[in-house]
């Protein structure tokens, strides 16, 4: 809810801030428009005006010089050049160097005329050449002109209707005053050639009709008060009736078959009287409305830049007002879903830990545990009594469960401690007939094959036994690391096969040897299961940082990455019983090597060997080692056990027993046999074999004596069938049953 409100409020008041923004960022922009057309404006009017008039009155004088190339002449157009320079030059300096980058607006008409100005040197020395025809050479003029009439008139699309209309009346007077010029060039040339063309009379015609149309049409009708009495004044002047006079007389003159004006009339006599005055009154308007038109422009560009603040400032204020009082409504609704996330949040924080002491066997009472709600009546009642009563009766069914765990563990354990110590009396019964039988290695054979069964199964119940929680303490001295991997290789199905690399001094405390015991014999069951039966399996050490690596090697196919991740996420993180029962998976080595190595800290992981297996690394940490013991028999290897005679096949087919038991050989002279100890606590098969220690010293290394180290059976020739051909056919029972005895042999 709070976020919603939050989101209802964010997006009004966003909403809002757009709104303003984008009204005042349009009316900024436009005044800011305004303002450049304004700046530019004074470029294109005042800075301008002085290149307009000299470009025009340079034009009228180089058409006079053109058609009358007199010194007179030549000495005027060269005072006329030297007056449009220095407009050329204001005009590159007010525009090139004065105005701001960010003022110059519409720019390229700017660099346009730029452009035209770059060829005015060429021009006027064709002209002094007289080099090509005339009407080119003013031609440059009229383009000019032309070039920044555009640029007025560019300049006249201002982003404010007033001022556009405004800016229409001031292009019309350039026209117009453009259109005039055109006219007293085509009449100054015309009288000094004595004659007018066809082409001339055709453009003093169209300059005149151009004339009337920008003063019916554009200028007149948008003319400001001011300026246009000013206008009304110059067209109703006795030099504006004469200049009308003079255009009637030069349009109606009579030409001749060719369209050429041979005689004159002799109103031109009239026009320079005419055209002085009206060309000083009509550049005065322009001024006066150049002028005019800028100073609206940075009027209105003054006035929406004011209403613009105005309208952020007072739109800002109510936007505050309404964003206080959205946040005054969602903190009344807040503060109470704060209080009940309060109380949600202390809850969840407690339930972990009260539960926790629930597995453990604590009481708890729910009702001073957990936090109790505010008593407030509002809507929020309901929801806060919903809440603790749930959560009570979370801890209720926990409290239920781990009474039911509890119970079921100390069941399994009892069960578990039972079926151990049946096991444990077998093995011990196991180990009295080995004494019993040590005269017959086929007897023992059987039995120590029987004993490496039993010590597995109860292997698997001291696991059961630990998972389930009970204590065992079964060892009360330290044990070296060989000697606890020589253990373990006893309880597995092929103790033969393991080869103990363990050399290092290295010392398990009593109240770990047990538990790390049960996880190097399964690792060791899982590598001898996975590796061919003719391999071995290479358990070494390695000296680390943190303790001490065992390494146990196999000679298998090893394990997909994948398969090898999932393994290693086990151990690293041992799953539930729960998960365990859902993936209803028999396999439970994994399962409980991870909890062994958890409960003693100790670090399992799975990688693929070298030879393509999978090699198993089991990090002991330095707090389960100990110093060695002042007296402690040294571990040997156990050697292997002695393989029994294997049977004969009958003729038909089936095992028949030996002809007779095998026989120790004698003892060698001057030396003492070594008898057989008795069964140690482990219910090892492989610690049966071991030498017994003698008081104060440690047992003697035994000797190898040439052909004595071999079963008896084996150093025997092998017997053989009366009438046993070697070459001759074989049934295929004969074979069975000969492959089958050598097996179990």
Not at 382 to 407: F, K, P, S
Not at 676 to 705: C, F, H, I, Q, Y
Request: glycine letters at 6%; one cysteine or more.
């Amino acid at each position: 809810m709070r976020a919603r409100l939050v989101v209802v409020a964010t997006v009004a008041v966003t909403a809002l801030v757009v709104l303003v923004a984008v009204n005042a960022v349009r009316d900024w922009e436009q005044q800011a428009a305004l303002r450049a057309d304004s700046a530019t404006g004074e470029v294109g009017g005042e800075a301008s005006l002085p290149l307009f008039v000299g470009a025009q009155a340079e034009r009228q004088l180089t058409a006079v010089y053109l058609a009358d190339p007199t010194k007179a002449n030549r000495a005027v157009l060269e005072k006329q050049r030297a007056i449009t320079d220095k407009g050329i030059a204001s005009f590159r300096h007010l525009s090139g160097s004065e105005l701001e980058a960010s003022e110059r607006h519409k720019w390229e008409y700017v660099v346009r005329v730029y452009d035209k100005l770059d060829a005015l040197g060429e021009i006027r020395q064709r002209a002094d050449t007289r080099g090509g025809p005339a009407v080119e050479v003013t031609g440059y003029y009229s383009e000019l002109l032309v070039t920044m009439i555009e640029f007025y008139q560019a300049l006249s699309a201002m982003d404010d209707a007033q001022l556009t209309a405004e800016t229409r009346a001031l292009v019309g007077l350039f026209w117009a005053s453009e259109g005039l010029s055109q006219q007293d060039m085509l009449i100054a040339q015309a009288r000094a050639e004595g004659r007018m063309s066809t082409g001339e009379r055709a453009a003093f015609a169209e300059a005149y009709g151009a004339q009337r149309v920008m003063y019916e049409r554009w200028i007149a009708p948008y003319l400001p008060a001011k300026d246009k009495a000013a206008y009304e004044r110059i067209v109703t002047s006795d030099a504006w009736k004469t200049k009308m006079a003079v255009e009637e007389a030069l349009i109606a003159a009579p030409a001749g078959d060719d369209g050429v004006v041979e005689e004159l009339p002799q109103e031109l006599d009239r026009w320079d009287g005419a055209y002085g005055p009206l060309a000083q009154q009509l550049g005065a308007l322009n001024l006066a409305r150049t002028q005019g038109l800028l100073a609206h422009g940075y009027e209105r560009a003054d006035k929406i830049r004011d209403q613009v603040v105005w309208q952020v400032v007072g739109s800002l204020s109510a936007v505050v007002l309404i964003a206080a009082l959205i946040v005054w409504i969602i903190r009344s609704v807040t503060r109470r879903l704060r209080a009940m996330q309060s109380l949600a949040e202390d809850t969840a924080e407690r339930l972990p830990e009260l539960v926790g002491r629930l597995q453990q066997g604590h009481h708890v009472d729910a009702a001073k545990e957990i936090p109790q709600p505010s008593g407030r009546r509002d809507e929020f009642t309901g929801v806060e009594q919903g809440l603790t009563t749930a959560l009570a009766m979370t801890i209720e069914m926990a409290a239920r469960q781990a009474a039911d765990r509890r119970g079921f563990s100390d069941f399994v354990a009892a069960t578990t401690a039972r079926a151990l110590n049946l096991v444990n009396a077998q093995l011990d019964t196991l180990s009295t007939l080995e004494l019993k039988y040590q005269q017959e290695p086929a007897v023992v054979g059987d039995l120590i094959d029987v004993d490496h069964r039993g010590s597995q199964a109860r292997r698997h119940l001291d696991n059961l036994l630990s998972l389930a929680g009970a204590v065992q303490q079964t060892y009360t001295e330290p044990k070296s690391l060989a000697a606890l991997v020589q253990d373990a290789a006893a309880e597995t199905h092929a103790p033969t096969r393991v080869k103990n690399k363990i050399s290092a001094n290295v010392w398990i405390g009593p109240g770990a040897v047990n538990d790390v015991l049960h996880v190097v014999s399964a690792l060791l069951d899982n590598a001898l299961a996975f590796s061919p039966p003719d391999a071995d399996v290479r358990v070494s050490h390695v000296r680390a940082v943190n303790g001490t690596a065992v390494e146990i090697e196999d000679r298998g196919k090893g394990m997909t990455p994948e398969a090898y991740a999932r393994a290693n996420g086990i151990l690293s993180n041992p799953p539930t019983f729960e998960t365990i029962a859902r993936k209803r998976d028999g396999r439970l080595g994994l399962f409980v090597v991870a909890n062994l190595a958890r409960r003693h800290h100790l670090l399992v992981s799975l990688r693929r060997s070298d030879y393509g297996g999978t090699t198993a690394v089991v990090l002991l940490p330095h707090t389960l080692q100990c110093p060695q013991p002042t007296r402690c028999p040294t571990p040997v290897v156990a050697s292997a056990a002695r393989p029994a005679q294997p049977l004969r096949a009958t003729p038909s087919g089936q095992p028949a027993p030996a002809q007779q038991l095998p026989r120790r050989l004698p003892t060698p002279s001057g030396e003492q046999r070594t008898p057989l100890p008795v069964r140690t606590n482990t219910g090892s098969a492989a610690a049966a074999t071991r030498p017994a220690p003698e008081a104060g010293d440690a047992p003697r290394l035994p000797k190898r004596r040439p052909q004595t180290h071999m079963a008896p059976q084996l150093a025997e020739p092998a017997p053989t069938r009366p009438g046993y051909d070697p070459a001759g056919d074989r049934s295929p029972e004969e074979v069975a049953a000969t492959w089958g005895s050598w097996q179990r042999s």
